[in-house]
């Protein structure tokens, strides 16, 4: 684990140094799906401060045995009727894609007196097994949420296909960092464009070479999963 987080550190030191710009901007988001808390807390003792999870469930089960205080992440589709579990335990949840889960985020986070922050998810490529909103909704989307007090959206999440060649999905990338700027540049209340989540194990390169500053690794980190 210790030489998996090194090199990807390495990496994107490598990638911001071409870019001219700040590795310590950019966050690495370990990702904890079927991953145990010893191996977690590991993690973190190696530098990890940001923990992704999938699965609400997962949240619950492990968030009283965390050691330290890393920022943790929901970065798989959320369900509304679990909303209420995680509203005081996430940083960020990635993955706000329509409008019933937003007003069910709203009414937590005003129960719990939080302001919830959000990244829209965008299905880029408009895959028909993946969650989020296409390109063309994402600025309605956004305007018709603008007024949900306890919402602050940060950025924009996308999950790029899979491919063997990940130079087939720069695109993808390519085409949310777009959107992302054009968003940025229309200054909307309550909106702070900061977060541009996309690249994961198998794709991060292209990813940060494309604009990301937040990159979700799972397996490149903690080794192929146990199911």
Known sequence: MKENLSTIRHRINEIAE???????DITL????????????????????????????????????NIQGQPKLHMIGHLQSNK??????????????????????????????????EVLIQVNVAEEESKFGLKVKDV???????????NIKIKGLMTIAPYSENPEDIRFVFKELKSLFEEIKERN????????????????????????????RVGTGIFGKRVY
């Open 18 to 24: 071409k870019q001219n710009r700040k590795s310590d």
């Open 83 to 116: 909303v209420k579990y995680i509203i005081d335990k996430v940083g960020l949840i990635h993955s706000l894609d329509r409008m019933s889960l937003a007003k069910e985020i709203q009414k937590r986070a005003s129960e719990n007196d939080v302001i919830a």
């Open 139 to 149: 600025a309605p989307f956004i305007e018709s949420i603008l007024e949900f007090e």
């Open 29 to 64: 988001i370990a990702v904890t799906k079927t991953i145990d808390i010893d191996r977690i807390n590991e993690a973190i003792s190696l530098g990890v401060t940001n923990i992704g999870e999938n699965k609400v469930q997962e949240i619950q089960e492990k968030y009283e």
């Open 188 to 215: 909307y209340k309550n909106v702070d464009m900061k977060y541009l989540s996309m690249g994961m194990t198998n794709d991060y390169e292209i990813a940060l070479e494309e604009g990301a500053n937040m990159i």
